[in-house]
């Protein structure tokens, strides 16, 4: 078939000539995106009917190689009603005929030919009877799946059971001559890809399984001794301690490059409950007091001979075990009888099991334990109680234990049924006559008929008995005895945030997850305990240190203790709800009927009917109606799982699908939310495309303040360009991602977090690469912030000089501007308060509102309105009081009309908090730091909180809370000095030294003023070197040291004071000595220091510095 008759065929021939001009062929069609169709001239409608006849192109054979991958083709999927192809972890089993090649030639072939029949159909009849599946007999060997074409939330467990039966059943094979048959088992788990067609006609098997389980598991069985079941590490894990097994370490496999730990399975564990079995025990329980608080009281009337019935129900992982759990460790010491029952799937035809495993585990059964030791264990049980002979007779023979029934014939008759009844509530009732008797039957949804019937019996009777009842089921269960006064049905919900958050944390145990990381296990786990459990271990065994803060895709993955049931719900699915299931998936968590029906391969009936299924079986939501009408996944993981199905190839043309469709279908989804459109580009391997939407939707999101979304939005960005050939273009490209994703880092951690530096500094790489001038001022301001917070100062200035000269030669006034802010911040911290304040007083007279609004977003804050906070303080160094409060004021002015978080924050802590505690207002300082820390935990902004903090720390000090002072001051330093942000730690660290001298403290204060001057030598912030020596001299004389000491102390900062012009400070340090001048007899000289410094001011004499100094000089 050549290009034309193939475009004929799907009604498309009108573009064989556009397609032979561009060098087309039939062979090049499957790769052809929707980009490359768009830049060909197809309509929508064509492109997508090109695509859709394009995806089954390579599976049929119209002159492709038979390596091509398979396409994903609802039509046909829907037509043979199978699944395609598709990827999900699998449990698979391999079991192997010892010596077998010696048995073929002892035995005649038609003899081998039957045994090895026979050996098949024992094998296959284990397996199917516990759910799996014979994928195919190979010779003597047998491959078996579990989990696949049904998933079961057991299947490991499920495998390792068929595994130990078909060892006991093959056992009991015997050749002519005696000689037993002997297998081995192998058994490994893992993702792989599978589903391609084995065979043909009626045998046909969807079977074929690709990746390493199914090889793991052959070389797992070679290994294995006669009749014994080896499993590899990760179906451990799986299975906890539900099984006995020994570690054979780690060993050497044939194909794999590192040794695989594997395990012998010995039997059934010994731990009797499921869920202990399978689930560590964290420190506390998270939640659940109300619930708690009721099953306590509800024991303590049983203690009282007031019996009750407890429903526990809920979905599964919601915790129903786990409060069972922490209900018997709070019982106290008083004693008691525990009965413990528990169901299990795939024994819900197995009469009784529950109760006779109870039996056996009280009696102190063991294995290997012969028929007359067991008997004397039950007598010994039952005694206590004073069984009737017949009682005896009746539970010794439900358990096996009567010589005569020793064929294991248990309740052959309803006679003998109702007896045994009889004997088993008579021997509870009994027991609960001599102590308290706490009944737990769990899992109730797993009973099996006989059982469910005995405890219908316990239901009725517990409400005469000193006994609690506590039942434990999954919502789905219908218990019948709700109705009865005595019985409470508790039904657990999800946790909320906090509580979710708190078991993440738990279960960390020292393992330190970044606040962002928390927040993404939240959001995908929905509130479900289990779930949160799972996917923060999962998470965990990624962690190569003791702080996780970032995630890779990967790790964030469906974790494989969860995704076998998970994969249950969509097994459960026909082909067409199955298909819309993984359509919606790849849209997203939530998708519009309307965009769902874009890209579903599937007539309108059809996905109606589909999505409505979705609802009726409880994997998605229905919201809105009409037009509005969208869908929305339960569980987060549920659409993780269904996503998780689809071959690379099938996500990567339904994601073209989803953004041709957006592009042209929803123009205004696109432009309101472009990192929707960026994701599915990305996707569908459209990095060229993607990067402008992912570029564009950093910006915005950092407008807006929303950093951690630009931060995301910006590096995924990065990674999309990442993989494009270098070019001029692609330079550029990337410049501006580097520069753009500085500024939300700097939000999110602070400017001294590395990652600021290496983005500014590949965005200056860039621009001498390429000649960039005209943004060298933006890379080189970038690159001046993460210096100035991290204490560089010297550096600091050596950058904003560098921005300085380059705005020189330029003609862009913001350039300029920018160049001032950084040059005025840095000498401001060294101390040059005069310098500091005309390269401030620059910045207003060159910003432009109308043009420059939107440099906030670009430089983390506005630096025209951040550079009136600085100055604020600046002047109020310098003394100009009345001035300063009218810089701030102004600052805050514009910071209102920006609206703009960082630069609100910067003017609350700055122009707001640290200039009230200049003032010394505490009310002010107060109100500025709770709205600064109101503003931190709005937008997740850690620096403000640390400001806000100490300055609440500060006003409580002020106000007589000395000891909630030091707990506020202390809590924000520390918060600062995880960011690196040193910006005006000296400042802190005199908040601090002070507070400790007011609590009686002076050395300790006078320890941290060390830390203060080493600060200061290390990092050149020199703006309050002055009043650090002038508390030094305050706490030396609190601590009643040498006068000559303190007043050494308050000449030095009298001198910085006066070196720096910081006239604001002088008053302060000349206020101090002038108190001691008086003390020591001195007033003429108290006068003429104090008197000269306040002489010189002119404004803020309403301020409790101004007014201190006046009333001193009243009394000098």
Same mark, same amino acid.
């Given at each position: 078939?050549?290009?034309?008759?193939?475009?004929?065929?799907?009604?498309?021939?009108?573009?064989?000539?556009?397609?032979?001009?561009?060098?087309?062929?039939?062979?090049?069609?499957?790769?052809?995106?929707?980009?490359?169709?768009?830049?060909?001239?197809?309509?929508?409608?064509?492109?997508?009917?090109?695509?859709?006849?394009?995806?089954?192109?390579?599976?049929?054979?119209?002159?492709?190689?038979?390596?091509?991958?398979?396409?994903?083709?609802?039509?046909?999927?829907?037509?043979?009603?199978?699944?395609?192809?598709?990827?999900?972890?699998?449990?698979?089993?391999?079991?192997?005929?010892?010596?077998?090649?010696?048995?073929?030639?002892?035995?005649?072939?038609?003899?081998?030919?039957?045994?090895?029949?026979?050996?098949?159909?024992?094998?296959?009849?284990?397996?199917?009877?516990?759910?799996?599946?014979?994928?195919?007999?190979?010779?003597?060997?047998?491959?078996?799946?579990?989990?696949?074409?049904?998933?079961?939330?057991?299947?490991?467990?499920?495998?390792?059971?068929?595994?130990?039966?078909?060892?006991?059943?093959?056992?009991?094979?015997?050749?002519?001559?005696?000689?037993?048959?002997?297998?081995?088992?192998?058994?490994?788990?893992?993702?792989?890809?599978?589903?391609?067609?084995?065979?043909?006609?009626?045998?046909?098997?969807?079977?074929?399984?690709?990746?390493?389980?199914?090889?793991?598991?052959?070389?797992?069985?070679?290994?294995?001794?006669?009749?014994?079941?080896?499993?590899?590490?990760?179906?451990?894990?799986?299975?906890?301690?539900?099984?006995?097994?020994?570690?054979?370490?780690?060993?050497?496999?044939?194909?794999?490059?590192?040794?695989?730990?594997?395990?012998?399975?010995?039997?059934?564990?010994?731990?009797?409950?499921?869920?202990?079995?399978?689930?560590?025990?964290?420190?506390?329980?998270?939640?659940?007091?109300?619930?708690?608080?009721?099953?306590?009281?509800?024991?303590?009337?049983?203690?009282?001979?007031?019996?009750?019935?407890?429903?526990?129900?809920?979905?599964?992982?919601?915790?129903?075990?786990?409060?069972?759990?922490?209900?018997?460790?709070?019982?106290?010491?008083?004693?008691?009888?525990?009965?413990?029952?528990?169901?299990?799937?795939?024994?819900?035809?197995?009469?009784?099991?529950?109760?006779?495993?109870?039996?056996?585990?009280?009696?102190?059964?063991?294995?290997?334990?012969?028929?007359?030791?067991?008997?004397?264990?039950?007598?010994?049980?039952?005694?206590?109680?004073?069984?009737?002979?017949?009682?005896?007779?009746?539970?010794?023979?439900?358990?096996?234990?009567?010589?005569?029934?020793?064929?294991?014939?248990?309740?052959?008759?309803?006679?003998?049924?109702?007896?045994?009844?009889?004997?088993?509530?008579?021997?509870?009732?009994?027991?609960?006559?001599?102590?308290?008797?706490?009944?737990?039957?769990?899992?109730?949804?797993?009973?099996?008929?006989?059982?469910?019937?005995?405890?219908?019996?316990?239901?009725?009777?517990?409400?005469?008995?000193?006994?609690?009842?506590?039942?434990?089921?999954?919502?789905?269960?219908?218990?019948?005895?709700?109705?009865?006064?005595?019985?409470?049905?508790?039904?657990?919900?999800?946790?909320?945030?906090?509580?979710?958050?708190?078991?993440?944390?738990?279960?960390?145990?020292?393992?330190?997850?970044?606040?962002? #990381?928390? =927040?993404? $296990?939240?959001?995908?786990?929905?509130?479900?305990?289990?779930?949160?459990? &799972?996917? !923060?271990?999962? +998470? %965990?065994?990624?962690?190569?240190?003791?702080?996780?803060?970032?995630?890779?895709?990967?790790?964030?993955?469906?974790?494989?203790?969860?995704?076998?049931?998970?994969?249950?719900?969509?097994?459960?699915?026909?082909?067409?709800?199955?298909?819309?299931?993984?359509?919606?998936?790849?849209?997203?968590?939530?998708?519009?009927?309307?965009?769902?029906?874009?890209?579903?391969?599937?007539?309108?009936?059809?996905?109606?009917?589909?999505?409505?299924?979705?609802?009726?079986?409880?994997?998605?939501?229905?919201?809105?109606?009409?037009?509005?009408?969208?869908?929305?996944?339960?569980?987060?993981?549920?659409?993780?799982?269904?996503?998780?199905?689809?071959?690379?190839?099938?996500?990567?043309? #339904?994601? =073209?699908? $989803?953004?041709?469709?957006?592009?042209?279908?929803?123009?205004?989804?696109? &432009?309101? !939310?472009?990192? +929707? %459109?960026?994701?599915?580009?990305?996707?569908?391997?459209?990095?060229?495309?993607?990067?402008?939407?992912?570029?564009?939707?950093?910006?915005?999101?950092?407008?807006?303040?929303?950093?951690?979304?630009?931060?995301?939005?910006?590096?995924?960005?990065?990674?999309?360009?990442?993989?494009?050939?270098?070019?001029?273009?692609?330079?550029?490209?990337?410049?501006?991602?580097?520069?753009?994703?500085?500024?939300?880092?700097?939000?999110?951690?602070?400017?001294?977090?590395?990652?600021?530096?290496?983005?500014?500094?590949?965005?200056?790489?860039?621009?001498?690469?390429?000649?960039?001038?005209?943004?060298?001022?933006?890379?080189?301001?970038?690159?001046?912030?993460?210096?100035?917070?991290?204490?560089?100062?010297?550096?600091?200035?050596?950058?904003?000089?560098?921005?300085?000269?380059?705005?020189?030669?330029?003609?862009?006034?913001?350039?300029?501007?920018?160049?001032?802010?950084?040059?005025?911040?840095?000498?401001?911290?060294?101390?040059?308060?005069?310098?500091?304040?005309?390269?401030?007083?620059?910045?207003?007279?060159?910003?432009?509102?109308?043009?420059?609004?939107?440099?906030?977003?670009?430089?983390?804050?506005?630096?025209?309105?951040?550079?009136?906070?600085?100055?604020?303080?600046?002047?109020?160094?310098?003394?100009?009081?009345?001035?300063?409060?009218?810089?701030?004021?102004?600052?805050?002015?514009?910071?209102?009309?920006?609206?703009?978080?960082?630069?609100?924050?910067?003017?609350?802590?700055?122009?707001?908090?640290?200039?009230?505690?200049?003032?010394?207002?505490?009310?002010?300082?107060?109100?500025?730091?709770?709205?600064?820390?109101?503003?931190?935990?709005?937008?997740?902004?850690?620096?403000?909180?640390?400001?806000?903090?100490?300055?609440?720390?500060?006003?409580?000090?002020?106000?007589?809370?000395?000891?909630?002072?030091?707990?506020?001051?202390?809590?924000?330093?520390?918060?600062?000095?995880?960011?690196?942000?040193?910006?005006?730690?000296?400042?802190?660290?005199?908040?601090?030294?002070?507070?400790?001298?007011?609590?009686?403290?002076?050395?300790?204060?006078?320890?941290?003023?060390?830390?203060?001057?080493?600060?200061?030598?290390?990092?050149?912030?020199?703006?309050?070197?002055?009043?650090?020596?002038?508390?030094?001299?305050?706490?030396?004389?609190?601590?009643?040291?040498?006068?000559?000491?303190?007043?050494?102390?308050?000449?030095?900062?009298?001198?910085?004071?006066?070196?720096?012009?910081?006239?604001?400070?002088?008053?302060?340090?000349?206020?101090?000595?002038?108190?001691?001048?008086?003390?020591?007899?001195?007033?003429?000289?108290?006068?003429?220091?104090?008197?000269?410094?306040?002489?010189?001011?002119?404004?803020?004499?309403?301020?409790?510095?101004?007014?201190?100094?006046?009333?001193?000089?009243?009394?000098?």
């Amino acid at each position: 078939m050549d290009l034309e008759d193939w475009l004929g065929r799907h009604g498309l021939d009108r573009y064989t000539t556009i397609f032979r001009s561009n060098d087309i062929s039939l062979d090049v069609l499957p790769d052809l995106t929707d980009a490359d169709l768009k830049g060909l001239g197809l309509s929508l409608g064509d492109r997508r009917r090109m695509l859709r006849a394009t995806h089954t192109l390579r599976s049929r054979d119209e002159g492709l190689s038979e390596n091509s991958a398979a396409p994903f083709a609802y039509g046909e999927d829907l037509a043979s009603g199978a699944p395609c192809a598709e990827r999900r972890y699998l449990t698979v089993a391999f079991v192997d005929l010892v010596g077998s090649t010696a048995l073929s030639t002892r035995l005649d072939a038609e003899d081998y030919r039957e045994l090895i029949a026979v050996y098949e159909s024992r094998i296959a009849a284990v397996i199917e009877r516990v759910g799996g599946f014979v994928a195919q007999f190979l010779g003597d060997g047998v491959l078996a799946y579990f989990g696949y074409p049904q998933a079961h939330e057991d299947d490991p467990e499920r495998a390792i059971h068929a595994g130990l039966e078909s060892v006991a059943v093959v056992g009991g094979l015997e050749m002519v001559d005696g000689t037993a048959l002997r297998i081995r088992v192998g058994i490994a788990t893992g993702l792989v890809v599978v589903g391609d067609v084995l065979g043909s006609g009626p045998t046909q098997r969807r079977a074929v399984v690709l990746g390493q389980t199914p090889n793991l598991a052959a070389r797992l069985q070679a290994l294995a001794e006669p009749d014994s079941v080896v499993i590899a590490d990760a179906t451990h894990r799986l299975v906890g301690d539900l099984f006995e097994c020994i570690d054979l370490g780690a060993v050497e496999v044939k194909g794999f490059v590192e040794p695989i730990r594997a395990y012998r399975v010995l039997g059934r564990g010994s731990v009797a409950s499921r869920f202990e079995a399978l689930h560590t025990k964290p420190p506390t329980l998270v939640g659940r007091e109300e619930e708690t608080a009721l099953l306590l009281r509800r024991w303590e009337r049983a203690r009282g001979g007031e019996g009750s019935v407890v429903v526990l129900s809920g979905e599964a992982g919601i915790g129903k075990s786990r409060l069972v759990a922490a209900v018997m460790d709070g019982l106290g010491e008083k004693p008691y009888a525990c009965l413990r029952y528990f169901c299990s799937p795939g024994h819900e035809d197995s009469p009784l099991l529950p109760v006779i495993a109870q039996l056996e585990r009280m009696a102190g059964f063991v294995r290997g334990d012969p028929p007359g030791e067991r008997l004397d264990k039950l007598q010994a049980l039952l005694a206590p109680t004073s069984p009737r002979p017949e009682d005896l007779t009746l539970i010794a023979d439900l358990l096996s234990l009567r010589p005569e029934d020793r064929d294991g014939s248990r309740l052959v008759s309803d006679q003998k049924r109702a007896r045994t009844f009889e004997a088993l509530m008579r021997w509870i009732e009994r027991l609960s006559n001599r102590r308290p008797v706490l009944m737990v039957f769990e899992d109730v949804h797993w009973i099996d008929p006989s059982s469910l019937e005995l405890l219908r019996l316990a239901v009725e009777s517990a409400a005469r008995l000193p006994l609690l009842l506590l039942i434990t089921c999954r919502s789905e269960f219908k218990a019948p005895w709700t109705d009865q006064p005595h019985v409470e049905d508790v039904r657990l919900q999800r946790f909320n945030s906090r509580e979710a958050a708190e078991l993440a944390r738990q279960i960390t145990r020292g393992i330190a997850l970044s606040d962002a #990381l928390v =927040a993404e $296990v939240v959001e995908r786990t929905d509130g479900i305990p289990l779930f949160v459990e &799972e996917l !923060t271990k999962a +998470l %965990l065994e990624t962690a190569a240190s003791n702080t996780v803060s970032a995630v890779p895709l990967a790790a964030m993955t469906v974790p494989a203790t969860l995704h076998a049931s998970l994969m249950a719900r969509l097994d459960r699915l026909d082909a067409a709800t199955r298909i819309t299931a993984q359509a919606g998936a790849v849209i997203g968590r939530e998708f519009s009927y309307e965009l769902l029906a874009a890209v579903a391969d599937l007539d309108e009936g059809s996905l109606a009917a589909a999505v409505e299924r979705l609802v009726d079986v409880g994997l998605a939501f229905r919201r809105g109606d009409g037009a509005e009408l969208s869908y929305y996944f339960k569980h987060a993981l549920v659409r993780d799982v269904a996503y998780g199905t689809l071959l690379r190839e099938q996500r990567r043309r #339904l994601h =073209a699908a $989803v953004a041709c469709t957006l592009e042209e279908t929803f123009p205004e989804l696109a &432009e309101r !939310t472009p990192e +929707l %459109l960026a994701h599915h580009l990305t996707e569908a391997g459209e990095p060229a495309a993607a990067m402008r939407y992912w570029l564009e939707a950093g910006r915005r999101a950092a407008g807006r303040s929303a950093d951690r979304e630009a931060v995301s939005h910006l590096r995924s960005g990065l990674r999309a360009l990442a993989g494009l050939p270098a070019s001029i273009e692609r330079d550029r490209a990337e410049l501006d991602f580097q520069l753009a994703i500085g500024t939300p880092l700097i939000a999110l951690s602070a400017w001294s977090d590395p990652a600021v530096a290496a983005a500014y500094e590949r965005a200056g790489e860039i621009c001498e690469r390429l000649g960039e001038t005209g943004r060298l001022v933006r890379t080189l301001f970038g690159l001046y912030s993460n210096r100035i917070v991290r204490g560089q100062t010297r550096m600091a200035l050596d950058l904003a000089e560098r921005c300085e000269r380059a705005a020189a030669g330029g003609r862009d006034p913001v350039d300029r501007l920018l160049a001032h802010r950084a040059k005025g911040t840095a000498l401001m911290q060294l101390g040059a308060l005069d310098e500091a304040r005309l390269e401030f007083e620059a910045i207003p007279a060159l910003y432009v509102a109308e043009r420059d609004g939107g440099l906030a977003a670009q430089c983390i804050t506005d630096p025209c309105a951040s550079g009136l906070s600085l100055l604020a303080l600046v002047l109020w160094k310098l003394g100009y009081v009345d001035q300063a409060r009218r810089t701030a004021a102004e600052g805050s002015r514009r910071a209102a009309e920006l609206r703009h978080a960082n630069t609100t924050g910067h003017l609350l802590c700055h122009a707001g908090a640290e200039l009230a505690q200049f003032l010394r207002d505490e009310s002010a300082a107060r109100r500025y730091g709770e709205a600064a820390r109101t503003l931190a935990a709005e937008h997740d902004m850690p620096m403000w909180r640390g400001y806000g903090l100490i300055a609440c720390g500060w006003a409580a000090a002020e106000a007589g809370r000395l000891d909630e002072g030091v707990t506020c001051v202390r809590q924000g330093a520390a918060e600062l000095d995880a960011l690196g942000a040193v910006f005006h730690r000296p400042h802190h660290l005199c908040v601090l030294a002070e507070i400790h001298g007011r609590l009686g403290d002076p050395d300790t204060g006078l320890q941290i003023l060390k830390t203060g001057y080493e600060e200061i030598a290390r990092t050149d912030i020199h703006l309050f070197e002055a009043e650090l020596h002038q508390l030094e001299g305050e706490l030396r004389l609190r601590a009643q040291q040498p006068t000559g000491l303190v007043e050494a102390c308050f000449t030095d900062a009298l001198a910085i004071a006066r070196r720096q012009q910081a006239k604001s400070s002088e008053l302060r340090v000349a206020t101090s000595l002038a108190r001691l001048q008086r003390e020591q007899g001195r007033r003429a000289e108290a006068r003429g220091v104090l008197a000269s410094v306040f002489g010189w001011f002119t404004e803020g004499f309403d301020t409790r510095d101004l007014i201190d100094a006046r009333a001193l000089l009243d009394e000098l």
